[in-house]
């Protein structure tokens, strides 16, 4: 498994030499076995490496796990920060509300431990149950790339070196090296909608179509994310300037499909700083006021943000700001 980990982060340049790398461990047996991968790599890459151990609060055997991480940090003589999650009450989704505290939490101690990398444990099979997530939601290019090996976010690079390793290898990695890790048997209830994917979907269609399509999924996940990458650089070179939030109408409509609909969620993007929650109806809505509403019509998008047809150009601005 260790060459295996070694060939993906060859092949998307996840480690650069004297990189400070902040590694996610839960005591799970995925970040168990990333941070044994990385420790593995630490001297050729001449790596320093610091753990952070976060309590999404949601299970009685949390302190367990923290004491298991500490006592594996110690054994390993590796350096460990522990957080817990502060507010429980929460409206919206409970999955989106705990992944956002968990990042937030890693971003501090990169920030802290002046890291320029974090390191956390999607496997293949994560890359395969997310692809399947964003299918049965809705999802465009964007979505089936589900997880990326190397992201660039808040400054730092999240990269995901076990993202070609299946769980079972890490299994079998983990037995081979006599340890056991901390099991969240959370993952066994239908608590959140993954888990339904990895508890029920997964094990139908490996058994009822193909054995490999967790394979199968990801490499799929791989093939959409270059398209998407080619299309997104295809848009950039469109983009309007930075504080322009105007788009020519002519510009737009001699323009191929998929790169006049890249330019809208690119504009929209500019005033949020993400895509999420900008469904495919919303493009449709967008479409639809370009070509056939008349001038002064607006379509509401999430966020507070809405779009108004000009006589020449669609303008994009915040619903409760004057500005424009």
């Known amino acids: 498994m260790l060459k295996h980990v070694k060939e993906t982060v060859e092949k998307y340049h996840l480690l650069k030499l004297n990189d400070r790398v902040v590694v996610g461990v839960s ?10 991968c990385l420790i593995a790599l630490q001297k050729e890459y001449k790596l320093k490496i610091h753990v952070a151990h976060f309590d999404h609060g949601l299970r009685k ?3 367990d796990d923290k004491k298991f991480v500490i006592k594996l940090c110690n054994k390993l003589a590796v350096d460990y920060t522990i957080g817990k999650i502060k507010k429980k009450n929460i409206a919206g ?4 509300y705990l992944r956002n505290e968990r990042i937030s939490f890693l971003c501090r101690v990169a ?37 990326c090996p190397c992201r660039n976010l808040f400054g730092i690079r999240f990269i995901r070196p076990l993202l070609e390793v299946s769980r079972s290898q890490i299994e079998y990695f983990l037995r081979r090296k006599k340890i056991i890790p901390r099991i969240d048997h959370t993952n066994l209830k ?17 058994k009822n179509f193909t054995p490999a399509i967790k394979t199968l999924l990801s490499q799929l996940a791989d093939s959409v994310r270059f398209d998407y990458d080619f299309i997104l650089h295809s848009t950039e070179k469109f983009l309007p300037r930075k504080n322009v939030k105007r788009i020519c109408l002519k510009k737009l ?36 006021l370009c070509y056939y509403e008349k001038e002064g019509s607006i379509v509401d998008l999430p966020a ?19 500005k424009s």
């Open 61 to 63: 055997e949390a302190q």
């Open 111 to 147: 920030k802290l431990k002046f890291a320029n990398a974090i390191a956390l444990g999607h496997t293949l099979d994560d890359q395969a149950e997310t692809v399947l997530m964003r299918l049965l939601r809705g999802t465009g290019l964007q979505g089936l790339a589900a997880i």
């Open 93 to 96: 989704s409970l999955e989106e």
């Open 253 to 288: 409509s001699s323009l191929h499909p998929a790169i006049a609909r890249q330019l809208i969620r690119l504009m929209y993007v500019r005033l949020k700083g993400d895509s999420r929650k900008l469904t495919f109806r919303h493009i449709q809505l967008i479409e639809n």
């Open 190 to 206: 239908d608590i959140f909608f993954r888990n339904k994917i990895r508890n029920h979907l997964i094990p139908y269609l490996e």
């Open 27 to 36: 005591g799970g047996p995925d970040s168990v076995a990333l941070l044994l």
């Open 304 to 322: 507070d943000i809405s779009v108004r047809k000009k006589a020449n150009t669609i303008e994009f601005f915040y619903r409760e700001s004057s």
